[in-house]
């Protein structure tokens, strides 16, 4: 038997579990699947399982009015998603004042795939943060590459980059 949202909020209340009425933060897999082969993670290269456009609408009309965030991040790549920047900007004209964010290996713009528009592209559709993890030198040389070669483009769009690891 399925049962509505509310009929699952009220059976496990009934069973005095924690069920909170308002949801603050929001986590959406867009890709189940990783383009890395990291030895430390359980992800696979074989097989991507992405968020498709309908399901990604029923999930946005779906969205509460107290969400203040919602993170692209959980067990894939969600850049691996094609449509990952319209879901970005789905969310931005729907939600305007939402914080997004995506936690992504950099693969898709960095290192062999060199390609600063998408970077960029994910900001002017609406992102807010993006946290990256950089796994290798090869990610790292191709982030600061990035960084230099922009930063002009960056601070024309209000784009601040803070590097967690570096020494002050």
Known sequence: MKRTVEEKIAYYKSRRMTVHDKVYRLKIEASL??????KFCGMTRKKSYLLKPKLFEI?????????????F?????????P???DYIEAIRDRLPKVQISVCSNGFRFLSKRYNPDYFFD??????????????????????????????SGREERGINVKDLYAQN
């Open 33 to 38: 699947g990783c383009n890395r082969d990291c």
């Open 59 to 71: 999930i946005l009309a779906k969205i509460p009015d107290t969400v203040k965030r919602i993170e």
């Open 73 to 81: 991040i959980l067990h894939g790549e969600p850049t691996l998603n």
């Open 83 to 85: 449509n990952l920047i």
């Open 122 to 151: 994910l900001y002017v559709k609406g992102l807010n943060l993006l946290q990256l993890d950089l796994y290798d030198i090869e990610d790292w040389e191709s982030f600061k590459k990035l960084m230099a070669e922009n930063k």
